[in-house]
């Protein structure tokens, strides 16, 4: 596990990564990588993804299982037909999962 923890200031580095998402800028300053890589980093299981089925324009929100080879949680029910969106909505899932609280943006 990461010794980075994100604190409550961090709360500005959420604005970034909304901001250059949906402005499709890819460079984050170093102290939003930072959370971006615990979030991606974080081996757990049910770790959240996104899984889009190669024959269709949707993504549907998962998790990934604590160990490989066994079957993604896909869930039917939660779906995107916009990838920015889908994404957005994984960060903020991962945003609560590591500090327990909702972001509110």
């Known amino acids: 596990m990461s010794k980075y923890q994100i604190i409550e200031n961090d709360y500005d580095l ?3 990564f909304k901001k250059n ?3 499709n800028n890819f460079y984050h300053s170093p102290s939003l990588q930072r ?14 993804v996104l899984f889009k089925p190669s024959n ?7 998790k990934l299982p604590g ?10 029910k939660i779906s ?4 920015l969106e889908a994404e957005w ?17």
Not at 56 to 62: G, L, N, Q, T
Not at 93 to 104: A, I
Request: proline share 0%; charged share 35%.
């Open 14 to 16: 959420a604005l970034e």
């Open 21 to 23: 998402l949906f402005e």
């Open 35 to 48: 959370i971006l890589n615990l979030f991606r980093s974080n081996s757990d299981e049910n770790k959240y």
């Open 56 to 62: 269709k324009k949707i993504w549907y929100f998962a």
């Open 67 to 76: 160990k490989r080879g066994k079957k993604i949680k896909i869930n039917y």
């Open 80 to 83: 995107f037909d916009n990838i």
């Open 89 to 105: 909505y994984v960060f903020k899932k991962r945003w609560k999962k590591h500090t327990g609280k909702n972001l509110k943006i």
